[in-house]
């Protein structure tokens, strides 16, 4: 079972075989001029048309990180490629091509939503400006905001301004998407939304990389995920991957928790340990249905028989620790 | 949100627009002088630089001062006779603090404002080129100085077109002009003022890109500019005299002699270009080099 879930995972990242990773970083670092190491040495690697959720608590490096594959801050060490090119060297003929979201959107206060976009657009060299009405309107209506666009953004309710970030980067089409907590501030409306815009950009082609502290989320839209924790990149790889099927723990209420637990232990199951109304243990290879078949055949008095696949909460706990701590 | 298919037919369209046609340049310089002439304090800064001439030609006009005493601006004398004096007495009183304020204004708004609102990233990953930022923020700058400049010549010829007489013009060194050439001379006058304010534009676009509070940046810009003044006016520093910004700003009454001379005014272009050279350095400096964490 575990192999089969490996292999899809493989699977949907196999179209980017013919094609270099969308970010690739080596070694990457930043040191504040403190001596805060902020981020130390990582190898991101989001392969094309993956929808990559990086993970990390607060404080771990991770708007660092974007904001150093976006050129806004100059590593320490290491390099940044961005669809194939050096950045931030590159950052003219790339970033036209990469559409951002960083720490929450930024606009005028003074200026409409239209009026911001049409700012952005104004900047942008890539663009050409007699379309852009047409590509602002297009955005706002992808967006749900084409009733406010005239509405000064300073009278924006905190999830239409975060609606109007993700307009910007609808101004042209992209080919990579870095989103960072896209949706914060956002009704479970607005949030749904979200993730039918990252789902059409995937299937779109467009490579997404999302932060996000709802892992519930990530889990729902990403392909790939990458985990911070203190600077350092602690997990990456396909989900399935990362969040490892073979740590699927069984649990089992029986009648006779002493021949559930002979029965597992026989079987190769490893943690066996006694609840209160059972045993539970890691299945580990074991293919569940024969384990249930062999726990009633061996008159265990079978109650109950759950099979909890770890969430990606599960997985981010055990990877960056629990508990508000900060950590460093 | 969900018609995905307005986002191809973008996609379609902008992908045939970017083939073949050709782009009007100076989009956002165009976008950043709007941002700067819709800003409400901005044109409010321009309103009271507007009622400066009016108020002077009124007190002027009401006072009617006493030529042989010999106070006050050298032209406040000179103005009951000639109308258009009124805008160079404009200019000398606005030239010290008001112009070098609304300067401070914009410039210190510029890039520190950006920061602290967080458009900079933005901006940047746009992606604007940050040498290509510099420049377009200096320029409108300096545009913003300009049209203050232009905002009190204009309103110094007007006002003093309307309470005063206004005909030929007798020069500082007592030649006598026609009109016409006192209007030029008058612009002659206003492109000086503008091309102090632009050295102005330089230290304030510097200090800009020091902070993130605009405010901060404002205030600076000020302060530097009336240090250097009161610097000026310290006999014991007279030695620093000629490297003052604006030590040969009211240089501009050469202009109004006949021939021009060119001593003080070539003077303080020449120092106003070295600060305009040092300071853009600097702030370019500055700019390409430091990390956007707002």
Sequence with gaps: ?328 | MSSAEAGSVVRDRAHHASVGRRRPRGRFLRSELRLVLTRRRNLALLAVLAAGPVLIGIAVKVSAPDASHGEGPPFLTSITQNGLFLAFTSMVVALPVFLPLAVAVVSGESVAGEASLGTLRYLLTTPVDRTRLLVVKYVSIVLYGALATAVVAAMGVLTGAALFPVGDVTLLSGTTVPFAEGLLRTLLVAGYVAAALAAVAAVGLLVSTLTEVPLAAMCATVVVVVVLEILDQVPQLDFLDAWLLPHDWLAFGDLLRDPIALDGVGHGLLVQGGYVLVFLALAWARMTSKDVTS
């Design chain 1, 1 to 328: 079972m575990s192999t089969t879930d490996l292999g899809a995972a493989t699977s949907v990242a196999a179209p980017s075989a013919g094609l270099g990773p969308a970010v690739a970083t080596t070694g990457l670092t930043k040191r504040f001029p403190g001596g805060q190491v902020a981020v130390n040495g990582i190898d991101l690697h989001v392969p094309t048309g993956a929808v990559y959720g990086f993970l990390g608590p607060n404080g771990s490096g991770k708007t660092t990180t974007i904001r150093m594959l976006l050129g806004l801050v100059a590593p320490t060490g290491g390099s940044v490629a961005l669809l194939g090119e050096p950045m931030p060297r590159a950052a003219s003929s790339v970033l036209p091509r990469v559409g951002a979201l960083v720490e929450g959107p930024a606009f005028h206060p003074y200026l409409s939503g239209h009026d911001n976009l049409r700012r952005a657009d104004d900047a942008d060299r890539s663009t050409d400006p007699h379309t852009a009405e047409a590509r602002i309107a297009a955005a706002l209506e992808r967006v749900g905001l084409s009733a406010a666009a005239g509405k000064r953004y300073r009278a924006y309710s905190l999830g239409m301004r975060q609606r109007l970030g993700l307009a910007v980067a609808l101004l042209r089409p992209r080919e990579l998407m870095v989103l960072d907590e896209p949706t914060n501030g956002l009704d479970p409306q607005g949030t749904r939304e979200v993730r039918h815009l990252v789902r059409d950009l995937a299937a779109d082609g467009t490579t997404v990389v999302v932060s996000s502290h709802l892992l519930s989320e990530v889990e729902q839209m990403c392909t790939h995920v990458g985990v911070m924790s203190a600077g350092q990149l602690v997990a990456q790889g396909p989900l399935e991957q990362v969040r490892g099927a073979s740590t699927t723990r069984v649990q089992v209420d029986a009648a006779d928790a002493a021949v559930a637990a002979r029965v597992l232990t026989g079987m190769g199951l490893s943690a066996v340990a006694p609840t209160p109304t059972g045993v539970v243990a890691d299945l580990g290879d074991a293919v569940p249905e024969e384990v249930l078949a062999a726990l009633v055949a061996a008159g265990a008095g079978v109650r109950q028989y759950v099979l909890h696949r770890p969430t990606l909460e599960d997985l981010f706990v055990t990877l960056t620790g629990e508990g508000f701590d900060v950590e460093r």
